[in-house]
């Protein structure tokens, strides 16, 4: 007998509305416990609300009934006047009626078990609701709408079909099986990978758009990374001084440009150092900047081409600061790379830094063409999936009663991203990062 569980699904502490969901076998006997009665399906009904004598609220009332609901089970919200003390009397009263207070996603877990969506679908619900920017929104609502799942099932269905053919063949095998195989079912399969290719490669796009891009400051010390910092932020989080070696642990901020979420790092200057704590600094300076998706190499006038020209990689860019102190200075052709002249004192090359980097961000995040793999999870096994594909490939040529045991395990690896299969162990991963009420 499954649980009736119940939840706020609105922020906690005082506000217009709390809402109160319930989801269960039993939700139509608490609504009787709490003299709201049976009000009509889906109509929006105000019903008073008391247990035991006792008034909780005059409150709005939708019920519904299975499988009509978000959860596929009977289901109702009490749209509460949002306040703590109604909230706290609503739910002792539904604790009192036998119901349980739902664990994070619990809802969702159960739309997800009673099938009305899968598992890249819940985890849309989840990253909607993180959502903070207009990509991070935008990708969720794809993957809700079953665009990601959609792509999957295509997956799917290419490899079943040369699964078939695989085992027609060898069902009535003849000495041109393998020749008639590599006919049928190798199209199939070429096309397959490459399609689960694009798609692994999207992976990092999807990730970065859901998790952050990373931009990460490095130079020489004294370079002006921590004013750029500052001002890229617009906060004094940083300290600034005109001692070389200020910065010593890595400084994280988040922004949005153009749309993207953007994780900004501040770093140790780059140099050798007998102190063991600026040594640690820039031992992480370096790791972080190996990580990052993009290098700001940060130049003060007469750095030396030096340590940093390590680090950086093509498309990166130098910001050549202290501009006020060097008008008119031709910046070096380093590492054939970008620049951009900026200075923290007067303002200057500012806005054109800010519109540099949301125009790489277009470039590198956006993408309308393929929905985005937006998890490491669904990367592992797509990556998983390609490398059985391209054994089975090899195999259709030189021992097809091969293939068809690599495609299954193909086929296996997509049915866990999207939960047809192996849902027990990534079930707590996935449901775990919830809010309580959805
Ligand atoms: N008040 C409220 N607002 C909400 C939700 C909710 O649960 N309650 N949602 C929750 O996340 C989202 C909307 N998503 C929902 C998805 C399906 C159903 C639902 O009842 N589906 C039924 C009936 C469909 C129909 O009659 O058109 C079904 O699919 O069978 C409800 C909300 C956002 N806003
Ligand atoms: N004139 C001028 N001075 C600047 C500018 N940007 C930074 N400075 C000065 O340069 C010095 C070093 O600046 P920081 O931002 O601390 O440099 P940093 O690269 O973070 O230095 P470390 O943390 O030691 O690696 C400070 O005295 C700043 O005031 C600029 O655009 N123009
Ligand atoms: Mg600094």
Redesign the pocket.
């Known amino acids: 007998m499954t649980d009736t569980i119940f939840a706020l699904a609105t922020p906690p502490g005082r506000g217009a509305i709390a809402v109160i969901r319930l989801s269960g076998p039993g939700v139509d006997q608490a609504l009787d416990g709490l003299g709201a009665g049976r009000p009509k399906p889906r109509l929006a009904s105000v019903r008073s609300l008391s247990r035991a004598g006792e008034h909780i609220d005059h409150a709005l009332v939708l019920r519904f009934v299975s499988p009509n609901s978000y959860t596929g089970e009977d289901a109702a919200e009490l749209h509460l006047h949002g306040g703590r003390a109604v909230v706290e009397a609503a739910s002792r009263a539904l604790i009192a009626l036998g119901l349980r207070p739902a664990e994070p996603g619990e809802f969702t877990r159960r739309a997800f078990q009673n099938g009305r969506m899968d598992l890249a679908q819940a985890e849309a619900v989840a990253d909607l609701i993180d959502a903070e920017t207009t990509a991070q929104a935008r990708q969720a609502l794809g993957q809700l709408d079953g665009r990601l799942s959609q792509t999957y099932a295509g997956f799917r269905r290419d490899l079943l079909k040369a699964l078939a053919l695989v085992e027609a063949e060898i069902d009535f095998p003849d000495e041109e099986v393998p020749d008639n195989l590599a006919r049928t079912a190798g199209p199939v399969l070429d096309r397959l990978a490459n399609d689960l290719r694009r798609a692994v490669d999207t992976g990092r796009r999807g990730e970065r758009v859901r998790q952050g891009y990373r931009i990460v400051l490095i130079?020489?010390?004294?370079?002006?990374?921590?004013?750029?910092?500052n001002a890229l932020t617009a906060r004094e989080a940083?300290?600034?001084?005109?001692?070389?070696?200020?910065?010593r642990d890595v400084l994280d901020a988040d922004l949005v440009i153009g749309g993207y979420a953007v994780t900004l790092s501040?770093t140790?200057?780059l140099r050798d150092s007998d102190d063991p704590v600026e040594a640690e600094g820039v031992r992480r300076a370096r790791a972080r900047a190996e990580a990052a998706d993009l290098r700001l190499w940060?130049r003060?006038p007469g750095d030396p081409a030096g340590v940093a020209a390590a680090y950086v990689r093509p498309g990166d860019l130098i910001v050549a600061?202290?501009?006020?102190?060097a008008e008119g200075r031709r910046e070096d052709e380093a590492a054939g790379l970008d620049w951009l002249a900026?200075?923290?004192?007067?303002g200057q090359g500012l806005e054109a830094l800010h519109d540099w980097l949301a125009r790489r961000l277009a470039e590198d995040l956006a993408g309308a063409d393929f929905p985005a793999v937006t998890r490491e999870r669904h990367r592992l096994r797509l990556t998983e999936a390609l490398a059985a594909v391209a054994t089975a490939r090899v195999a259709l040529d030189q021992a097809p009663e091969m293939a068809g045991e690599d495609l299954r395990r193909a086929a296996s690896a997509l049915s866990r991203v999207t939960g047809e299969i192996g849902v027990e162990d990534v079930l707590g991963e996935v449901f775990a990062t919830f809010c309580i009420g959805k």
């Open positions: 130079g020489e010390t004294n370079a002006g990374k921590s004013s750029l910092f940083a300290i600034v001084t005109p001692i070389a070696g200020t910065t501040d140790a200057g940060v003060a600061t202290k501009a006020d102190l900026v200075s923290t004192t007067t």
